[in-house]
């Protein structure tokens, strides 16, 4: 009973480097949502996907995005990082819009 | 323009007190106010969870109390535990499909023994 699992846990990166964050759910469920999370700022949202094929823009979408491979698999593309995307990146999903989340462990990136 | 609006930031209660969150909101048709619970290094987790045509809901020892009028909401831990030192956020959302869950910014609690 995994729930939602993110890949990787830790990531270094270097300014302009691109990288893509994981995320896949066991749980049949049809809404995935990507969150970051910054000291003070609380969790704010970057895309979500109501339901396979769909995706759209949350808080803070710039200078990322994403694809809804298939109902369990939603991925965060970074295509050229920057600093200010030093963060916590958490997945999450839910059987339907912003009821019940389960979110993952979380992905620490660290831009220099 | 910020949604839900958390206070306080950082909480420090003894050991068997009553720690109070509280949370205020802007958009009236928010209908699903969680609070998750976030221990360091993982993931929040869903705690608590009310609709508007209640005004309180009882867990064990966590209370949500809802003021519709007011538009606002909080959390009350009765008899707080060092095991309850975590970061929680409320949160609040229209619940329909195509919709996400906003958060606060979340209050570190340290619960002193």
């Known amino acids: 009973n995994a729930g939602v699992t993110q890949t990787p846990k830790f990531q270094v990166l270097k300014t302009g480097q691109s990288m893509t964050l994981q995320c896949a759910q066991d749980?049949?469920?049809?809404?995935m949502y990507w969150y970051r999370q910054d000291p003070g700022m609380g969790l704010r949202l970057i895309y979500y996907?109501?339901?396979?094929?769909?995706?759209d823009k949350g808080e803070v979408p710039n200078g990322y995005n994403v694809s809804r491979l298939n109902k369990r698999e939603f991925s965060l593309r970074l295509e050229s990082a920057a600093p200010s995307q030093t963060s916590v990146y958490f997945c999450?999903?839910?059987?339907?819009?912003?009821?019940?989340?389960?979110f993952g462990s979380g992905t620490r990136l660290t831009v220099v | 323009q910020q949604q839900v609006k958390q206070s306080p930031q950082s909480l420090i209660v003894q050991k068997g007190g009553i720690s109070i969150i509280n949370c205020a909101y802007e958009?009236?048709?928010?209908?699903?106010f969680p609070w998750y619970q976030q221990f360091p290094g993982k993931g929040p987790a869903l705690l608590i969870a009310i609709r508007p045509d209640v005004s309180e809901k009882k867990e064990g020892r966590f209370t949500i109390s809802f003021n519709k009028s007011a538009k606002q909401f909080s959390l009350h831990i009765m008899d707080s535990q060092p095991g309850d030192s975590a970061t929680y956020f409320c949160?609040?959302?229209?619940?329909?499909?195509?919709?996400?869950?906003?958060f606060g910014k979340g209050t570190t609690l340290s619960v002193s023994s």
């Open positions: 949160a609040a959302s229209i619940g329909q499909a195509g919709t996400a869950l906003i």
């Open positions: 999450a999903s839910s059987e339907r819009g912003g009821l019940g989340y389960t």
């Open positions: 996907s109501a339901s396979e094929g769909t995706t």
């Open positions: 958009n009236t048709a928010f209908d699903y």
């Open positions: 749980m049949n469920h049809n809404s």
